[in-house]
């Protein structure tokens, strides 16, 4: 069991800085020392795989690759890669929202002007040895970067047979013509391992672990099912014949439409769940601890047929169960888990987290609801709260709490929220309050979304699930995260018993 602490939850890409989105440079390695001085000893990160399009680091093309945009231009001076003149005309950049489109058209010019300074030094011997350790997924990936940039971001699905189908001679000959674009996509997963490898040694150095978190599909077009198409059920053709989703809940009447493709589970128990496995274990090499996106999924998930328009006509389909952790928590320590047990969860799914005493997770917002409801039945509201579970104000996909308070919180919410806290607290100090009570719940991790720990509203949301515009961009400004408000968060970290002196 860990020891009591408390922790934030802020992106990467929310982090601020002048080249249009969060990155691994030094404005990181600031916001580790911000935590430390406010005696955090977690930092919660989301997914850090490359989009398949927009900023969505749930819709992946590479369960292992990281992604590039991420990559800190500023490191890359430092390290001779860029000059002061590759970095002096870049455009402006919004400084509270991430425009990808610039972003990426910005450092893809940074990126070709480092990798040709790259290829004039000479190979060195840690990217060779980056190359070879991560062979079993880099190969595929980078290939499959280029064939997709030849081929104008189409699906891999279009491409010719030999290519769509990876037969041998074709790959070759593939990677024969595209060897330098192959190259270039190797360089740039060794420049970000290796800035993000050196944060987290910061990070540790400042007695800071950070959680990251497993997404638990990949987008169609990526390079895990170009490369393992027998791993998802796909067709003849390999086109999904069901795609991933929830069904309809208080997010989306008509249920959350993800297109996915899903798992076909008993492939992968065939090879002992190798692939799944091998995923958790590289991201344990990346992250402290990591957490397990949609965790009933791997009891029962639902999936809709290909060509549906909403995930309304889905079923649940069932998952590998009892069977992957007993595999799984052979291999990795339980407590480097932590398993997204919200939603629909069924006493199925309770009995798995039971059975090996898994770390779940506590959301505030969800403590009040539902009216009418017997709220010694609630997990979520804080004398329920188990010593082996991480408690949030809110996650990713929920509003801030000043927005949900204001805007979504129901009369009869309010008024629970006022009885348990014995008062009627102002409603532009709701977050402080709820802050509060994370801090001083049972739970041996309380985790912030900084939103919320800086009070902010609904314009700084994350995402809405069930929507596309507007997710993901959201950023800090500089200087928002002030001494004040760390002064106020090492107190209350000290008065709940959540701060551990070095």
């Known amino acids: 069991m860990h020891d009591r602490a408390g922790g934030i939850l802020a992106h990467i890409s929310s982090l601020p800085g002048k080249y249009g989105i969060g990155d691994l440079g030094p404005q990181a390695y600031r916001f580790a020392d911000k935590l430390a001085r406010a005696k955090q000893r977690y930092w919660q990160v989301l997914p850090l795989n490359p989009p398949a399009g927009g900023l969505c680091p749930y819709h992946c093309l590479s369960a292992f690759a990281g992604n590039s945009l991420l990559i800190s231009p500023e490191l890359l001076l430092r390290d001779g890669l860029l000059t002061r003149k590759d970095l002096s005309d870049g455009p402006k950049f919004p400084s509270t929202k991430v425009d990808v489109d610039a972003v990426r058209s910005y450092k893809s010019r940074l990126f070709s002007a ?3 300074r790259f290829k004039g030094k000479g190979k060195r011997a840690r990217y060779r040895q980056f190359c070879g350790d991560n062979r079993a997924w880099l ?6 970067g280029a064939l997709r940039e030849r081929f104008g971001g189409g699906r891999w699905c279009d491409w010719p047979a030999g290519l769509r189908e990876r037969r041998e001679g074709d790959l070759a000959e593939a990677r024969r013509e595209l060897s330098d674009d192959v190259e270039k996509g190797e360089f740039l997963q060794y420049v970000f391992y290796r800035q993000w490898l050196s944060l987290k040694d910061y990070c540790k150095g400042q007695n800071v672990r950070i959680i990251g978190d497993i997404p638990i599909y990949v987008a169609y077009d990526s390079s895990d099912v170009w490369s393992h198409p027998e791993l998802f059920k796909l067709n003849r053709t390999k086109q999904p014949r069901f795609v991933g989703g929830s069904p309809p809940d208080c997010f989306s009447r008509t249920g959350q439409l993800w297109g996915n493709p899903v798992y076909d589970w008993r492939a992968l128990k065939k090879s002992g769940y190798s692939w799944w496995i ?3 274990e590289h991201n344990l090499g990346l992250f402290d601890i990591v957490r397990l996106d949609h965790f009933r999924a791997f009891v029962a998930y639902w999936e809709v047929r290909a060509g549906s328009r909403t995930a309304k006509a889905g079923r649940y389909a069932a998952g590998p169960g009892e069977s992957f952790f007993d595999e799984l928590l052979k291999r990795v320590d339980r407590d480097s888990l932590i398993v997204e047990d919200l939603g629909d969860i069924t006493d199925d799914v309770r ?8 770390c779940g997770m506590r959301v505030l917002q969800y403590a009040f609801d539902p009216p009418g409801a017997d709220s010694r039945d609630n997990l979520h509201i804080p004398f329920n709260h188990s010593k082996n579970c991480v408690v949030y104000t809110g996650t990713h996909d929920n509003n801030t709490v000043k927005a949900w308070f204001s805007g979504e919180a129901n009369i009869e919410q309010k008024q629970r929220l006022s009885a348990y806290l014995g008062r009627h607290p102002a409603a532009t100090n709701m977050h402080a309050e709820l802050v509060r009570l994370a801090m001083s719940s049972p739970a041996w991790l309380s985790v912030i979304p900084i939103q919320d720990l800086l009070g902010l509203g609904g314009a700084t949301r994350m995402n809405l699930p069930g929507t596309i515009a507007g997710n993901w961009s959201w950023r800090l400004r500089e200087g928002q995260l002030t001494a004040a408000v760390l002064k ?9 018993g959540r701060a551990k002196e070095r």
Do not use: S
Not at 139 to 144: H, I
């Open 351 to 358: 009995r798995l987290i039971d059975k090996h005493d898994l």
């Open 114 to 116: 480092a990798y040709e």
């Open 139 to 144: 190969d595929d990936y980078v290939l499959f």
């Open 488 to 496: 106020d968060l090492a107190k209350a970290t000290q008065t709940y």
């Open 278 to 280: 091998r995923r958790i």
